[in-house]
């Protein structure tokens, strides 16, 4: 079978002025989607005295679900729908915009190193305009030849997560041992990238360095994945059936038009719609302008 696509980072500022810088490997104009994963950032390890941490102001997002996984460190969140949680290594926050939501995310005190992942999810029509909602789930370790995996959502290993998604998906962290080979079964109607955080891992024949993104086609009953140094390797997991339907992009906002991304912001910007985020010191993240040219849905590259 063919070799992984290799998907490599930009970094990007996120959370206006007070902005820290992650890489994002997804999107990008190679590839849209894996599943219906649309969004992959990757930042750290920061040691917060340098770089100010994460101050991420009240900020709207409609059309999606946000994922949050921290390797270190720890994130405050607060959003719209009242919920108050921290986001700590190995332990999951998934929160649902659909309609709208409006968050913040900002690393505590107790903060020294921050080092994780935003992701997001993209909602099938029929149900982008769900009501908001949170999720937190702290999946126990499981134990493979070789490796250790959390899986946090769908099924790996022999191990499913209770937390509710809108499409079919896979999401787990693997620390592989130093020079491991690990071969585990996954659904061959899926999809699959994978996030290299620390070490240098074999899939498909092909060599994935730190921070880049690796991404398989449908057709896999099995992966198999070496860890090629002498130290224990960390990757994240992702994959899902492919997502048929087209969306359209921009900011924190999922659509199928550009009307209703327009329409989204300027519902954000007249304070109606997302609701109010309490308890976080300071003003709200306006929105950029819109483009001069109207925006384009984008699908899966086939």
């Known amino acids: ?173 693997l620390v592989l041992d130093p020079r491991a080979t690990v071969t585990f079964a996954v659904d061959a109607s899926f999809e699959h990238g994978l996030l290299i955080d620390q070490g240098r891992v074999s899939m498909a024949d092909t060599l994935l360095d730190q921070a880049e993104l690796g991404y398989l086609g449908p057709g896999r009953a099995a992966l198999t994945l070496t860890n090629e140094t002498d130290s224990a390797a960390r990757v994240i997991l992702l994959g899902g059936p492919p997502f048929e339907e087209e969306i359209v992009m921009w900011w924190n906002f999922i659509g199928r038009t550009h009307e209703d991304i327009a329409q989204a912001r300027a519902d954000w910007m007249s304070g109606t719609r997302f609701g109010e985020v309490k308890g976080y010191d300071g003003d709200p993240l306006p929105a950029p302008e819109l483009p001069s040219v109207p925006l384009k849905p984008r699908g899966r590259v086939r």
């Open 1 to 173: 079978m063919s070799e992984a696509d290799i998907l490599s980072a930009r970094d990007v500022p996120l959370g206006g002025t007070r902005s820290m810088t992650v890489r994002r490997t997804l999107p990008q104009r190679a590839r849209t989607l894996i599943g219906a994963w649309c969004f992959v950032d990757h930042y750290g390890p920061d040691d917060v005295t340098d770089t100010g941490g994460m101050d991420v102001a009240p900020h709207p997002h409609t059309g999606l679900q946000t994922v949050s996984w921290l390797f270190s460190g720890e994130i405050e969140h607060r959003d719209s729908l009242g919920s108050h949680a921290f986001v700590r290594p190995g332990e999951l926050n998934l929160m649902t915009g659909g309609h709208g939501i409006s968050h913040t995310e900002v690393s505590t005190a107790r903060t020294t190193v921050l080092h994780g992942v935003q992701l997001w999810v993209a909602l099938p029509d029929e149900h982008r305009h769900a009501a908001r909602d949170f999720q937190h789930h702290a999946p126990a370790p499981v134990r493979l030849d070789g490796a250790r995996a959390r899986v946090f959502l769908g099924t790996l290993a022999g191990e499913t997560s209770p937390v509710r998604t809108f499409t079919p998906l896979l999401g787990a962290e």
